[in-house]
């Protein structure tokens, strides 16, 4: 392989550094899984561009930058900054985690149910690693990609969420990541484990955040287990720092009659990558994708989804919905595989952009993979700028350009913000939205 | 109020208005009226600022003012409204959130206090009543859904909450069946004042015999060729429209 050498030996080198002084003391299964990963990353090396699933996203600024895991040693935080962490979200469970580490003095896990365990992944590999072995790293495949490798190999803190069957969680429990840039570029593994019993029914709010300015590497992966009948409604919300790099994935299994809705908001980072992988591995399992991104200056956006209907009567909606202005650039690769076994299978999936300006970028991609005569799958793509009638039809009330503009992208933004169910939520995300387009995300006039 | 004086306006290369003159005063009701293509919209639309019309020639004054300088925005300030052919629909912009904005706009263009919320809720009970609306339909996405007379009766209402010194409504009778027509002229009649002036773009007369006009004009191939009183309307009810295209054509080789 061409790259190899340097790059890779670093996280090697990170690696052996982690394994021998750095990581929690963990189960024997547990040190295979990582070594596995890590041999395993060693020879995927960073993807190229000539990969397929690459194509439109070249990772070498992160490859160039020389980081490392950062240890529990991070520096400390000012609690009065985490107030305005909170999105609103006063009522639930808060689980912090500073540089990927979870921190008991900033987190809160008031309020639960009996039928509920929640913590971080740290203190489960420790007390009760055979609980988690037949879930954790059993869905998110690091054969297949580089950075599922990259954080399988560096397993070790996280949230680790356990709803019992029947168990109703109201209020969400809301997963903070916070990254406080120390000196060097640091790397952090966030990796989730979230597993909703038979019936049971759980909010998560993943959020991620950093340091303005600072430059740094998040690789998270989250697998979720959502069992028969129950009902997962999941956030993402990306608010990295301007300069940080960002790979997500998120990877959730359903079982029979299961319902799972993801809300991906991506606002922030240099260079961000997305993975929401679904198989919908019992009959009737119902899945809705919706995502919003919002890109500019250099920044790009990539996100990949992919849907597996591996049983009959599966149901899936996915909206993606894209805002770039500057010289911003935007993926959208949505994969919807319907297997031989998964007959009346109804699939949909719409990517729709919004261009401020003449240099933004979108690449978009459908791919269809059917299997199966019986089964019902529509897709749609759009790329547009702002449309002319509508602002002069504002304009023609008495309400300015500027105004009239700001306006319509806002609404266009809201299909997806409205679609959020946990109010305080949606508020606090209109205001975020509302203010990223004020101030960064000017529309260009068209020429 | 407005002076218009041989305006000329073209879309692309095509010249749509030939030389208009028309002069509009505070209370008076004028019908323009025409056959398709005459460039009854252009004349419309240019008025309210739309920018994929070109004025080659001529100009217009609005209380004293060059109205062809002003933005579109600048125009709604000043008073000036027009009621859509074909209003648009925007997705996620509730007609309630954009009404209140246009509003504000305007009053504040004028050195007035602004509507706060509870103002402007009540303002908008008010003007609902008059045009028979809905109240729900105002927090849904703008004509989004609504059928050709809900989307007709919203610009009706839009121009009753705005109050504006000069309407201008274009065909917002086309395509209404006769009990949303006579909703539609009721809501307009209500608005009728000395201090306001209308201009009603019609293809058909039959809007005339429920908002009767002071004054009608025809607009035949972007020139005014014939004004009159309400009974030029019945004329042209009853002849059509090639007996003033014919009359035109004659008094143009007369004066030739």
Known sequence: MAQVSEELDRYLLDFERFETDGATRAASWVHELRTAAVARFAELGFPATRHEEWKYTAVTPIAKVPFTRVGHEGPALLSGALEHLNFGLSEGARLVFVNGHYSREFSSLRALPGGVRVGSLAAALTADSEGIKPHLARYARYEDHAFVALNTAFIEDGAFLYVSAGEVVGDPIHLLFISTAPGTASASYPRNLIVAGNNSQATIVETYVGADQAVYFTNAVTEVVVGENAAVDHYTLQRESEEAFHVATLQVHQARNSTFVSHSIALGGALVRNDANVVLDGEGGDCTLDGLYMATGQQHVDNHTRIDHARPHGLSRQLYKGILGGQARGVFNGKIVVHPAAPKTDARQTNKNLLLSGDALIDTKPQLEINNNDVKCTHGSTIGRLDEESIFYLRSRGIGVEMARTLLTHAFASEIISRIKVEPLRASLENLVGTRLNNDLPVEATP | ?256
């Open chain 2, 1 to 256: 109020m407005l002076e218009i004086r041989n305006l000329h306006a073209k879309a692309g290369n095509n010249g749509i208005l030939r030389g208009i003159d028309l002069r509009v005063n505070a209370g008076e009701v004028h019908a323009v009226m025409g056959p398709n293509g005459s460039g009854k919209s252009t004349l419309a639309q240019v008025l309210a600022g739309r920018a994929d019309y070109e004025v080659t020639a001529g100009e217009v004054i609005y209380e004293g003012k060059d109205l062809l300088t002003m933005s579109p925005e600048d125009r709604a300030r000043e008073g000036i409204f027009l009621g859509f052919q074909y209003p648009v629909e925007i997705p996620g912009v509730s007609t309630t959130y954009f009404l209140k904005a246009g509003l504000n706009a305007i009053l504040k263009h004028r050195g007035l206090e602004e509507l706060d919320a509870v103002d402007f809720l009540a303002l908008i009970k008010e003007k609902t009543k008059i045009l028979a609306m809905d109240q729900s339909l105002l927090n849904r996405p703008i004509n989004e859904g609504f059928s050709g007379g809900e989307k007709k009766r919203n610009e009706i209402f839009q121009m009753a909450v705005l109050e504006p010194k000069l309407a201008v409504l274009d065909e917002t009778d086309s395509g209404l069946d006769i009990d949303a027509l006579k909703i539609v002229a009721h809501g307009v009649n209500a608005l009728r004042s000395p201090a306001r002036a209308m201009l009603v773009i019609t293809h058909y007369q039959r809007l005339l015999n429920y908002v009767v006009p002071d004054y009608v004009h025809v607009l035949v191939d972007g020139r005014i060729v014939k004004s009159g009183g309400r009974a030029l309307a019945l004329d042209l009810e009853a002849k059509g429209y090639d007996w003033v295209k014919a009359d035109a054509a004659m008094a143009q080789r007369t004066s030739a």
